[in-house]
């Protein structure tokens, strides 16, 4: 049983509240469920518009695994709380009227039906959900952590879903995210090499505004390696990206992967937010004095939504009990803002005021 809610529209100020469609699935197999009712009402109504499905990951023991500090699982409710308050639907500015491009689904949380579950079990459902939302016609998973840990399992989904390896996959972060797993357990510190050694990965890699006072040597090192083998990877410093712009450094590696002839199934954008400057996006676990900015992060979130191929998007620790909250609240909900105006703008064909 799912529970639909929706906000009283404002008709001169329509804003996402008044447009988002929310399931409130509490767990993996609801949102299953739920993912089916959706397919069948977008058939029986006819909506061939691009689908932006919001799916939760509210876990942060992967985060604690790899020594960071709890908190990030509550990052959905509280992105959810800010998501209501923001973003016109016509927007002025870009002349966009999102409603008529873009469906907008809050799909729910992944979890256990009762009780507790595992990390690796959230892991699991989360790779389930994501690859049966990619079934769903013209959809774009955006899932919120949670930690990092959420990303290998993310692209395990996209790979399902497309029966082959041939995605590329960009890692917007301070970190690389390459670490050896501990004790055997997958953290948040290793969903990168988690994939890389993944024999069905056969695509191509980027690292986006790395921090090198944040990254190993060793461990950039161990990612160039791959080079000689069949994936194709790459590193661009945050001092790079910040020399380019952000924009023009984000579409330039998009170009880079697509070229390489190794991304048939096209690209998933992972957005770590400590990649973004503590004066702006202090709500993290591991927050760093300098990074993007927060006009760096809306930008590159527009420029994601406004590559078709783009297929998927995750953004990961936000931990509302550390930090200004309610300040990384709205710049998460802002960037999924800015997300969508760039899918209601691909290929051109955006609805027009």
Same mark, same amino acid.
């Given at each position: ?20 469609? =929310?399931? #409130? ?14 397919? &069948? ?21 992967? !985060?604690?695994?790899?020594? *960071? ?5 509550? *990052? ?55 690859? =049966? ?12 952590? *949670? ?17 082959? *390896? ?45 921090? #090198?006072?944040?990254?190993? &040597? ?6 160039? =390696? ?48 400590? &990649?973004?400057?503590?004066?702006? !996006? ?72």
């Amino acid at each position: 049983r799912f529970f639909f809610f929706f906000f009283p529209p404002c008709m001169d100020d329509q804003r996402l509240r008044d447009v988002l469609l =929310s399931y #409130g699935a509490k767990s993996t197999n609801a949102c299953l469920q739920a993912l089916d009712q959706l397919a &069948a009402t977008r058939t029986d109504t006819g909506d061939n518009k691009t689908l932006v499905l919001i799916i939760g990951f509210p876990f942060d023991e992967g !985060c604690q695994r790899n020594g *960071g500090r709890p908190g990030s699982a509550e *990052g959905p409710k509280f992105f959810r709380d800010h998501l209501h308050k923001i973003g016109t639907t016509p927007n002025p500015e870009h002349g966009v009227d999102l409603q008529s491009k873009v469906s907008i689904v809050d799909l729910g949380d992944i979890g256990p039906d009762q009780g507790n579950c595992t990390l690796e079990e959230a892991h699991a459902g989360l790779r389930s959900v994501v690859g =049966s939302a990619l079934r769903l016609r013209n959809c774009i998973p955006w899932v919120i952590g *949670g930690s990092n840990d959420q990303s290998y399992s993310n692209a395990r989904g996209f790979m399902d879903y497309l029966g082959h *390896g041939n995605i590329g996959v960009m890692n917007i972060d301070a970190h690389f995210d390459v670490r050896p797993r501990k004790e055997g357990k997958e953290h948040s510190g290793s969903p990168f090499r988690q994939l890389l050694e993944d024999t069905d990965f056969n695509g191509a890699f980027t690292e986006f505004a790395s921090q #090198g006072h944040q990254c190993s &040597a060793a461990h950039h090192e161990w990612i160039k =390696s791959y080079r000689q083998l069949q994936i194709v990877t790459e590193v661009l410093w945050l001092s790079d990206v910040l020399k380019q712009g952000s924009a023009a450094a984000f579409r330039c590696a998009c170009h880079k992967m697509l070229t390489t002839g190794k991304c048939s199934g096209g690209l998933f954008i992972s957005f770590d937010i400590d &990649a973004i400057r503590a004066s702006d !996006c202090s709500g993290v676990s591991c927050p760093s004095p300098v990074g993007l900015c927060a006009t760096d992060a809306a930008e590159l979130c527009l420029q994601s939504g406004l590559c078709s191929d783009v297929r998927l998007f995750d953004c990961s620790e936000f931990n509302p009990v550390v930090g200004d909250r309610y300040n990384t609240a709205r710049l998460l909900a802002v960037m999924f803002y800015h997300f969508l105006l760039g899918v209601a703008m691909r290929g051109g064909t955006a609805g027009k005021l």
